[in-house]
């Protein structure tokens, strides 16, 4: 009979083994499957079958004035429900910000490239997992100045915005101008304005040199700045300079360069008066000053011995007991007078 009770607790032990493995894999598979879809996406359409491989990153139109150019924006679903999308146009600000995006100004109420596109349909649907093609049309006025007019198109639903970036290009002579304004130097900060004063859309290359009483102090090459500088832009930049000196006089200089022969240049002094610095040299003085009076004290003449002037006759001599020479003469001739007069009185 204990043979008997030891395997039945053996198959016990090997069943109950199986249900707790065999249970997670059933509650998992039995449990619903996330039904979140991804984001929805809108980009400029692509000239292959698929969408996200080899596409644009942003529409690129040119032409002149008068024209009418014509493109096509391309809306993802990838959701289980149909997708509605609300589309319009903006002026572009500032380039692209961190994201890759354009950042817009006044959407839908712009006076530039935003305010010249036109959507077959500003309202779009689009089933569940598929994609939708929206043609649009951008018409360029007849007294546009030749040059780069950036804009955007901005697909918005449920809350999200998503901008796809319009570079249009007025063909026409161009002029690529740029100038480096409002340096100053704070601290550690060099700080600036770049100002794009042509009709092209510049990426400007920046380089950074100061110089102070004894030579060189910073020597930066030129690099690329991270970032578009439209037609008429202005914008404020730093410069960072972690080693800038405690104590010195110096003259910043800054050069920006671009595609097209573009350049400006601007300079800007600071003077650097570190608190530590001064507060050695302060010291140092006082102790220079402490080190020269005590010097002068030591060199002082003695006070035992004075000489002062006999009126009459005789030699002047230095008092010992600090008297003066003139009365030890003038007793001395007392002296001799009184003996004269008693060897007088004792001839007689």
């Known amino acids: 009979m204990p043979p008997l009770t030891s395997y039945a607790a053996r198959v016990a032990l090997t069943v109950l083994l199986c249900a707790l493995s065999v ?3 059933t509650a998992a598979d039995s449990a619903p499957r996330s039904s979140a879809p991804s984001a929805w996406e809108a980009r400029p359409t692509s000239g292959t079958t698929r969408t996200g491989e080899g596409g644009r990153p942003y529409f690129y139109l040119e032409g ?3 024209t009418v150019l014509q493109d096509r924006l391309t809306v993802t679903n990838p959701g289980r429900s149909p997708l509605t999308v609300r589309l319009r146009g903006a002026d572009a600000d500032r380039g692209r910000d ?6 817009v100004r006044d959407a839908g109420k712009g006076a530039g490239a935003g305010a010249w596109l036109r959507f ?3 309202k779009v649907t689009v089933p569940a997992r598929t994609r939708a093609e929206v043609p649009f049309a951008l018409t360029v006025p007849p007294d546009t100045e030749p040059g780069d007019h950036p804009g955007a198109i901005l697909a ?3 809350g999200r915005a998503v901008g796809v970036r319009v570079h249009l290009r007025v063909s026409g002579p161009t002029l690529a101008a740029l100038s480096v304004e409002d340096v100053a130097v704070s601290g550690r900060t060099i700080r600036y304005t770049l100002v794009n004063r042509g009709n092209a859309a510049l990426t400007p290359r920046l380089s950074v040199s100061a110089d102070g009483m004894f030579g060189a102090l910073l020597r930066r090459e030129a690099r690329t700045l991270p970032r578009e500088l439209l037609p008429g832009e202005r914008v404020k930049l730093t410069e960072p300079w972690r080693d800038a000196p405690a104590l010195d006089s110096v003259t910043v200089r800054l050069r920006a360069t671009a595609a097209g022969g573009a350049h400006g240049e601007a300079s800007a002094s600071a003077t650097y ?7 050695g040299g302060a010291l140092l003085v006082l102790a220079l000053l402490a080190a020269a009076g005590a010097y002068r004290r030591g060199r002082r003449p003695g006070r035992g011995l004075r000489l002062r002037p006999r009126p009459g006759r005789g030699r002047r001599h230095p008092a010992p ?3 003066t020479g003139d ?9 001799s007078d009184d003996r004269h007069v008693a060897k007088a009185g004792a001839e007689t």
Do not use: F, I, K, Y
């Not at 961190?98 to 950042?103: K, S, Y």
């Open 23 to 25: 249970a997670p894999a």
């Open 64 to 66: 002149a004035p008068g």
């Open 98 to 103: 961190g994201d890759g995006e354009p950042v």
């Open 120 to 122: 077959a349909s500003r």
């Open 156 to 158: 918005e639903s449920g």
């Open 273 to 279: 008066l570190s608190p530590a610095p001064l507060a």
């Open 321 to 323: 007991d600090g008297g």
């Open 327 to 335: 009365e030890t003469a003038s007793g001395h001739e007392q002296d």
